[in-house]
């Protein structure tokens, strides 16, 4: 059964790095991995989306290493207004479905 | 300014009701998708639709029905058959099926049973 899995919840300061691993056991060998945020009472946003290795936009980097059965999110510098809920997603090796973690609920203290 | 447009923000139930959700997108995009969110367990599908006059189930569609009359629009029932409606539900679209690009998602409505 096709399972992507994040932690619940983490902690940070502002000013800090923050990194949020997901693993993708049994991803599509053709398939993106997608990173969204999401705040109270909004859908997800878009944050950043890669295949292998690593890509940086303006507000994040996606690191997946070459089996690509995890991947991982890095947040620089993040400030209060980056407290929100972040999703990772892939499709499953056997469906055409997209699959979304549970979330890892992430909150940046002053 | 394109995107995705669910109404009402806040829905409420009486039992035994049937309520319709709306979902309209002018992204002209092909493939759109209704999810449950529930707290603590992230996003689960409940229909999707690849293109016009198509619809699928996904994981959770028992107690819900879909339409796909028109390109734009994808509204979703909740019937009184569905025992446990309360929840936060998203629309969402991808200009194909299956697609490599991010979901577009509108903002929500919230469904409480009175």
């Known amino acids: 059964l096709a399972k992507t899995t994040q932690p619940i919840s983490m902690d940070s300061y502002e000013g800090q790095e923050v990194n949020i691993t997901c693993s993708h056991n049994n991803i599509a060998t053709n398939d993106y991995i997608t990173w969204y945020q999401q705040f109270p009472s909004q859908g997800p946003r878009f944050i950043i989306q890669?295949?292998?290795t690593k890509v940086t936009n303006e507000v994040a980097s996606l690191f997946i290493p070459a089996d690509r059965k995890s991947s991982t999110l890095s947040l620089p510098r993040v400030s209060l207004s980056d407290t929100a809920v972040y999703y990772c997603s892939s499709r499953s090796y056997n469906t055409d479905k997209l699959i979304f973690g549970t979330g890892t609920r992430l909150q940046v203290f002053p | 300014d394109g995107g995705i447009t669910q109404s009402p923000k806040y829905l409420f139930r009486k039992e035994g009701q049937n309520v319709t959700l709306s979902c309209e997108q002018n992204l002209n995009h092909d493939a759109m998708y209704w999810y449950r969110q529930d707290p603590g367990q992230g996003l689960r599908l409940i229909y999707y639709?690849?293109?016009?006059?198509?619809?699928q189930k996904g994981d959770i569609a028992e107690g819900y029905s879909v339409s796909r009359e028109k390109k734009e629009s994808f509204p979703l029932t909740v019937t009184s058959a569905q025992k446990n409606p309360t929840a936060f539900y998203l629309c969402?679209?991808?200009?194909?099926?299956?697609?490599?690009?991010?979901?577009?998602f509108g903002d929500g409505t919230r469904l409480s049973i009175l």
């Open positions: 969402a679209s991808t200009s194909d099926f299956p697609s490599n690009q991010p979901q577009h």
């Open positions: 639709s690849q293109i016009v006059n198509d619809f």
């Open positions: 890669g295949y292998k």
